[in-house]
């Protein structure tokens, strides 16, 4: 520090809860959702509902930790939903908490 060595920093795994980077980490890693699903969407793979005059696309909907899911109710698209989260989960590191979890 300052031109003086100072001897060698701990190096540690991990983010504490309140570290300011956490925050921006985790929306960094919330926006790959967010295109992981729209990737599914423009290969047909997931279809949303449309909405408005110009019939917009909404498969999903975030807002600070949480997501809202709108898959077409068919099979084939719950299943890629499944298989979409569980690739995110394993590149990511972040599960899915299937308690706070509801289908309705």
């Not at 990737?39 to 909405?51: D, I, P, Q, Y």
């Amino acid at each position: 520090m300052n031109g003086n060595t100072k001897g060698w920093v701990k190096a540690s795994k991990g983010l504490r809860q309140g570290d300011p980077l956490s925050l921006f980490l985790f929306t960094t890693v919330a926006d790959e959702l967010s295109r992981m699903l729209l990737r599914a969407e423009e290969r047909s793979l997931l279809e949303g509902f449309r909405v408005g005059r110009n019939r917009t696309r909404v498969s999903h909907l975030q807002f600070a930790d949480d997501t809202i899911f709108f898959p077409n109710t068919c099979e084939e698209d719950l299943q890629t939903l499944k298989s979409l989260l569980l690739v995110f989960g394993h590149i990511s590191g972040l599960k899915v908490n299937l308690d706070k979890c509801n289908l309705f």
